[in-house]
């Protein structure tokens, strides 16, 4: 064999044992910037599969995806969740060197604190940003609103605080908003109702919020609003309308008081939580109505019994207003389909009707009277006894 047959054997056999550079889908520079990332929070064992001499589009990379649909092989989304951090860290400004990513998703991780870094706006192809339930800290950033790709917002469970940007309202392609479970104060801005026509989700619940639901927000079409746990107040039916798609209402414990007998419905609302407001009326004729949660207010008056109309009932709840008569015989047809209806602290008089058997009932707390035998059965849940608890055992 000559001497070139000799080198060439050995070159061969060579490649055979070593990985081709070539064979590797990453592009250098996401895997430098994935690197830098990793090396930036402290090189949490959470990421020890992120190693340099792996391809950072193999499957082994937890929490990385490339883009292998059109083929460029660029890291398009970055999943990362319970980083085991050894001490805090700030989210590295170096994931902003990752210009084709269209998702980052950061969550459950106490020791990641600080503000957002500026440089994310340079991911100018990121519609999804999640970082949620960390140490998040200072106001929500004005730069956010120059990120005209984002379609959704989430900075729900942090520590974020000052008050909401009217910027936000600019972003032309926002779909879904949710800062809920933070320290944000103030109002919401007026310039929240010229979100765009494609904006259909706002979750700003468990915050300081207060003033008044601005008017503005009748002109949007909103599929899921959660405004629970503030302090608002005046009048919310701006939010209602019988031509919007709404179908999930939540503002529970705030101020609010208005007129609900005047509310128009959505035809596809499914469900309505108003409980600890100072909501004098309410209607129950939407027939998608799967819960209605309306404790704890100011009601009065009777128990409608229309309610034994609506086909997707799951979950009445009147408990703590100031109803008064009897629970109507046509509760009886509840039974059925209800699994749980609280009616405790009203002011509830009368007999129990004889055929009313569900799951879990509540009616403890009233002025009820008579024989409450009908309750008892097997795999039910009761608790039916009067305020003084010397009527009915509770159960």
Known sequence: MSRLSIIIVVIVAALSLTPALSDELCNPRDKKALLQFKKDLGNPTT????????????????????????????????YLTNLNLSKPYPIPSSVSRLPYLNLLYLTTTPNLLGQIPSSIVNLTKLHYLYITRTSLSGQIPQFLSHMKTIVTFDLSYNNLSGTLPPSLSSLP???????????????IPDSYGSFSHKFTSLTLSRNRLTGEIPATLADLNLTFVDLSLNKLEGDASVLFGSDKNTQEINLAKNLLEFDFGNVKLSKDLESLDIRNNRIPHFLSRIKTLVTIQFSYNQLSGTLPASLSLLPNLLLISFAGNRISGAIPDSYASLSSKVAAMVLSRNRLTGRIPPKLDIVFLDLSHNMLEGDASVLFGANKKKHAGNKSGEEYACF
Not at 57 to 67: I, K, R, S
Not at 176 to 187: E, S, W
């Open 173 to 187: 392609n926002l779909q879904g908003l949710a800062f809920d479970g933070n320290r944000i104060t103030g109002p």
């Open 47 to 78: 990421l020890s599969s992120w190693l340099p001499n792996t391809d950072c589009c193999n499957p082994e990379w937890d929490g990385v995806l490339c883009d292998t649909d059109n083929k460029t092989y660029r890291v398009n989304q970055l």
